[in-house]
């Protein structure tokens, strides 16, 4: 498997227990349903069922059979752009209507009357500051020459002249901004007074530009340029157009315009000829074509909405039932799955993401090979296994086949082979940082595909290596993408993977590089326990890997009080002979309570966590606690010398709980001959069992015993006794001068 998991510790999980209400039930597998439904109306919304073409019509580009004769009188319509553009064109046509504003001459002549008035009083009271003032208001910039002419009463007077006269002549006539007629459409523009609507030529309207060319001809003619730039300033800070762009107005003529247009292009009359024998099959041929069998077609079946509403829902059914496939192989191998309400959440997500970018790719047209199967195959087979991911691949690439825009083999062909190979691949990868090697699996399985399709059905190489080119950038994108989710994923699942695992299993992480460097018995211990827990779950077909991982951890927290564990002393002087038994025991115990809280402190994931806290499960501290009866009788308060639990929950706890107390024991044997260590084996196992420590594992006997027989054939190799040479014989005898016995009361096993 890809993947480790916790049925009792992941979100979402919640198996059915038969003993619920009926009504618990229903709820249970309704939402379920509800989940499976959801997603077959999803996919037949993005992808609505088409009108089946009738046999009848000849392919567009081929050549008419036999004549074709109007059976009924019926309209061609206008396909999509050609509606766009006579809409468009419609809309063109309408000329722009524009308010005349009364009274806009007068205004303006007012305002330049106050403004000369101004002008003429600070004159008058000689204040040059205030003059300048009223300019600058104005926002008229004045050159010094220009000033000094301005400041002329005669000047002023022929200024006021002027521009009294342009405003009451030339305003009333109509001025509009120029900006209203840029880009203009038609020749003409409608200008409405009051109640009346008058059509004139679009070049006679009068713009800002053009009043203020015309007002400066009512200046002398001998007046200098500087002079008349100064007076067309005056009348473009007073100025007021006289005719504005009705929007409103506008913008509802062409509206009108744009329901006028009709939706046909030509009527074709009963009997009429369509297309003759040896014609060709045009564009504007098969329109026709269409247009009459469509018009058959509602004469024959009535209500087209009845026709779309059918042809709905047997596109949906047929959905649903392919997709109940997949239901149905997770209700009956897969009931973790099915339990997992989070689980089956997240698969149908991947399925929606993959067929709703199926939507986009037909709508842009794009090319089938950018289908991201890949995305879902991937995430699929490492979070559970590639089983599912192949039979999930088999199904989406049967609904699409189904779907009108990739209903081709090449198409099937290619999702099955490219889905199968990333399902496949993840074997190969075992490290993020190796996703190149499933990416190139994916493309060479598909790109081989491709070509042998090409090559049966002779395909353009051309053709074949686009495709290929195509689906291996897609493999890529989907890939990098899927890696780079699959944190989010874990996250949401609650699922560990293996790649996971490998990070966790880093010697450099500071919890593993800590215990090796502050408990380096405690560490050499755990390298052993988890080389015997790994081939054992080997043997018996468990995750090996979370076993390696498991043991790692499962001693951290001796790191706090490493002195205090028999595997720490290397000068045999051992701080419990000092403690009262109650003391010893809860530092015993102490090593898993910290050791949980080490790994959560360093976001340890939880399915690792568990072997902390199970390795030992609920088993007595025996040692301590027969020292205990010995100074307190039957008075021992026995929970303070049990490990608080719980009890292994899965094949691989209860795998390292055996790996480790078996390892301890045979480390502390005289004399490690094949037969001792059996007989070691079994005892200890044979005890956990009758303790009842393996009552909650799925361990079978024949397992346990393919177990404890890997344990003797791995432990053998290990402690088999080593040759004795003679200038170090007495750094190996076992009775040189004191015993070389091995207390193991103090090693919590």
């Not at 220009?146 to 109509?174: C, H, K, T, W």
């Not at 315009?257 to 030509?266: F, G, I």
């Not at 099915?338 to 199926?358: C, E, H, K, Q, S």
Request: glycine share 6%; net charge negative; aromatic share 8%.
């Amino acid at each position: 498997m890809s993947q480790v998991m916790d049925k009792n510790s992941i979100p979402g999980n919640s198996l059915p227990d038969p003993t619920r209400s009926l009504g618990d039930r229903v709820r249970y597998h309704g939402a379920r349903a509800f989940l499976l439904v959801s997603l077959a109306i999803a996919i037949t919304l993005f992808f609505p069922p088409t009108e089946a073409s009738d046999s009848r019509i000849p392919p567009q580009g081929s050549v008419a059979q036999e004549d074709v004769i109007a059976e009924i009188g019926f309209s061609v319509p206008k396909n999509v752009s050609e509606l766009e553009r006579d809409w468009q064109l419609a809309m063109q046509a309408v000329p722009p209507t524009f308010q005349y504003l009364e009274g806009t001459g007068e205004s303006v002549a007012g305002r330049l009357s106050t403004f000369f008035e101004q002008l003429d009083s600070a004159v008058s009271a000689i204040d040059s500051v205030n003059f300048e003032e009223i300019l600058r208001n104005s926002q008229i910039a004045a050159t010094p020459s220009q000033m000094e002419y301005i400041y002329n009463d005669e000047a002023r007077s022929v200024f006021r002249a002027a521009s009294m006269r342009a405003a009451l002549e030339i305003i009333p006539q109509g001025v509009a901004d120029p900006a209203r007629l840029v880009d203009l459409t038609t020749e003409s523009v409608t200008i409405r007074r009051g109640d009346q609507e008058v059509s004139v030529s679009a070049e006679s309207v009068i713009t800002s530009a053009d009043f203020y060319t015309e007002a400066v001809t009512f200046l002398p003619p001998e007046l200098p340029p500087e002079a008349q730039e100064l007076f067309r300033l005056v009348l473009i800070y007073h100025l007021d157009n006289s005719l504005q762009l009705d929007v409103v107005e506008t913008e509802r003529d062409r509206d009108a315009a744009r329901e006028s247009v009709p939706l046909t292009k030509e009527d074709v009359l009963e009997s009429q000829v369509i297309v003759r024998t040896g014609d060709p099959i045009g564009p504007d041929t098969q329109e026709r074509l269409d247009a009459h069998f469509e018009a058959l077609r509602m004469l024959e079946d009535g209500d087209p909405a009845i026709l779309n509403l059918s042809a709905f829902v047997g596109a949906g059914l047929l959905n649903l039932l392919l997709l109940s496939i997949f239901g149905l192989f997770i209700f009956f191998a897969r009931p973790e799955v099915y339990a997992n309400f989070r689980w089956l959440t997240l698969i149908a997500v991947l399925t929606t993401a993959y067929f709703g970018t199926g939507f986009a790719i037909a709508r842009w047209g794009a090319p089938a090979e950018l289908l991201p199967i890949t995305f879902v195959a991937l995430p699929i087979a490492v979070l559970w296994d590639t089983r599912m991911a192949l039979l999930l691949v088999l199904l989406l690439a049967a609904v699409t086949g189904t779907l009108s825009p990739f209903g081709s083999y090449s198409t099937v062909l290619v999702l099955v082979v490219g889905g199968a190979a990333a399902a496949m691949s993840v074997r190969a990868v075992r490290r993020r940082s190796e996703t190149w090697v499933s990416i190139a699996i994916i493309a060479a399985a598909a790109g081989l595909a491709l070509l042998a399709h090409g090559m049966a059905i002779s395909r353009p190489w051309i053709e074949v290596g686009q495709g290929a080119f195509l689906f291996g950038i897609n493999a890529t994108v989907s890939a990098i993408m899927a890696m780079g989710f699959m944190f989010i994923f874990e996250k949401f699942t609650g699922i560990t993977t293996d790649r996971a695992l490998l990070e966790w299993a880093d010697p450099t992480r500071p919890l593993l590089r800590d215990l090796a460097m502050e408990a380096p018995g405690t560490y050499a211990h755990t390298i052993s326990v988890a080389n015997l827990a790994e081939a054992a779950a080997t043997r018996i077909n468990a995750n090996s890997l979370l076993c390696r991982v498991g043991v790692l951890y499962h001693d951290v927290g001796k790191k706090l009080k490493p002195h205090y564990f028999v595997e720490n002393q290397p000068d045999g002087r051992n701080p419990h002979d000092k403690l009262k038994p109650e003391t010893s025991a809860s530092i015993v115990l102490e090593h898993v309570t910290e050791g949980v809280r080490l790994a959560k402190d360093a976001k340890v994931p939880e399915i690792v966590v568990d072997f902390i806290l199970e390795h030992h499960g609920t088993q007595r501290i025996g040692f301590f606690y027969e020292k205990a009866r010995e100074e307190l009788g039957d008075e021992v308060d026995t929970k303070r010398f049990t490990y608080p639990g719980p009890k292994p929950r899965s094949k691989e706890t209860a795998i390292v709980m055996l790996a480790d107390s078996c390892e301890s024991a045979a480390r502390a044997m005289q004399e490690p001959e094949s037969d001792r260590i059996r007989e070691l084996i079994d005892t200890i196992v044979d005890s956990k069992v009758s303790d009842g420590q393996l009552d909650e594992a799925p361990l079978t006997l024949g397992e346990i015993a393919l177990i404890k027989q890997q344990f003797v054939n791995i432990l053998s190799g290990v402690m088999h006794r080593r040759i004795e040479y003679p200038e170090t014989r007495h750094l190996t005898d076992a009775n040189n001068g004191e015993s070389s016995e091995v207390t193991v009361g103090n090693k919590e096993s």
